[in-house]
């Protein structure tokens, strides 16, 4: 599993584990959480806890009485939808641990049989896959530990387990794979891509991919256009049902395997940070309006300009509600009232029309223009953006990804300052990826709601409502017009042709 998952998430070792079984998923923050026999209990435990819970050692004879291990990991193979469940070794020295393996398998979509060079297929091993083969579910056969063993050793090893499967199950042999798990893991925390080859564990994964993404996919399909089938001839529809056929034979042509991509987004541990102009832009607003507040009550000047602007935008004025005291807010806008009360006896007394008097009291309304606030952090959100747009020229795409992520309106800004055809195009397609990670922990935590499995949530699947929202739309009036950024000095109102 850790060879697969590229890290040592999970406990090894020599000493059989208890009869626990481990449920691994895709989580996007490592998280594990373990359950009960007999009670509906459950507990949290890091990754670091966990030997101490579901190995022999840390748990001698299960006396914790642990049953299931839910592990979630950021893993991209688990990404693609595997959910592992990691059973005790069969025939191992603690019987139990065999009678919780037999108990599991009947769960199970496919059954993958890790076995190694130095005890290959025992007899528990083939009962095993016999009773599984019987049930009709895939089966791939892992021989582990080949670094354990010289060539010849290894080729007349694997020869005879290949003929006891043949004995077994004739041209239904289940595939047989040589791997060494303890080389491929060395490579993949090296980043040594011939080690990797040569581990062989690259061929076992294609192929558990290719089953995990095309196959059950198809055969999930096909089975699902069948029950349809029943319906529609039931309500004799044979429009519907001639469409269905061809879906049918479209979903049974066998289809090109094409492991999804990761999206090159950078493998994350740490839950992201929101984006960060919108960050600058909230932070820059309230400092200046903790200092606008106090000339509210005692700079004239201050006054004036507010009452001019007719108060501030639909952003900013609860801000300023929640920062400032009532008795400046009453000193600073009696001004501002009495100037729209001005405006609107104006209207009246030269009988506007209905459409006319309905532009100019939006006109007169601050919340139509860009704010005494926002100009004052719109520098601040430029610059913020330009440093994204030289981190995005320097390092790539992928580097804005890596401590945060721009909201829908902060990216837009960044393509049209990073100008490069090809870099626009790269960080479409991660801004695209962030997005569809997004959904993905909003769909994980909803079926988790709906399951009753809110504890199964990670953090990151937790705060992804807030994080959805936030990634669509950019802290309110936080518009920054193309002059600004160039400039990075606000725009005077009759440049916005505001009135
Ligand atoms: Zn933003
Ligand atoms: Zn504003």
Known sequence: MNAMLGRDWLPTGVVPLTSV??????????????????????????????????????????????????????????????????????????????????????????????????????????????????????????????????????????????????????????????????????????????????????????????????DRRQAFLVGLCGRIEGLLQQAGDHVLLDELEALRRQFAMPVPATPAASGGLPARTQPLAGCEVCTVLREEADQFLSHFQLALYGDRQAQEQLATRGGLCDAHLPRLEALAAPREIA???????????????????????????????????????????CDAVAPAGAAALRRMAVTVRQFGAAALYRNGSPCLRHFAELLRLVEDAALVGNLLGLQAALMERLEEDLRRLSLKQDAAQRHAASAEELAAPARALHALASVPAARLAPEVLRSGRPMADTDRGLP
């Open 21 to 214: 079984i481990t449920a691994v998923s895709y989580g996007s923050n490592p998280k594990a959480v373990l359950h009960y026999q007999n009670t509906s209990l459950f507990m949290d435990v890091t990754l670091d806890e966990l030997p101490r819970h579901i190995t022999e050692r840390g748990n001698p004879g299960n006396i914790e009485g642990v049953s299931v291990a839910e592990v979630q990991l950021p893993a991209d193979l688990l990404r693609l939808g595997f959910h592992f469940i990691d059973t005790p070794g069969l025939g191992s020295a603690i019987a139990e641990n065999t009678r919780t393996t037999q108990r599991f398998l009947p769960e199970a979509d496919a059954l993958l049989l890790v076995t190694s060079y130095d005890s290959a297929l025992t007899e528990e091993e083939c009962g095993t896959l016999e009773q599984a083969q019987s049930g009709g579910r895939p089966i791939f056969v892992v021989l582990n530990k080949q670094d354990a063993v010289g060539p010849a050793e290894r080729e007349e090893v694997f020869a005879h387990v290949r003929g006891r499967l043949t004995q077994l199950f004739g041209a239904a042999a289940p595939p047989l794979f040589s791997v060494s798990a303890t080389q491929a893991l060395a490579a993949r925390l090296a980043g040594d891509r011939s080690a990797l080859e040569g581990s062989g564990l690259e061929i076992f994964e294609d192929a558990l991919t290719c089953f995990l993404v095309e």
């Open 331 to 373: 000193t600073g806008f009696a001004p501002v009232l009495a100037a729209q009360a001005a405006r609107l006896r104006i209207l009246a007394r030269d009988r506007a029309t209905a459409a006319l008097a309905c532009e100019a009291v939006v006109a007169a309304q601050a919340a139509s223009r860009i704010c005494l606030v």
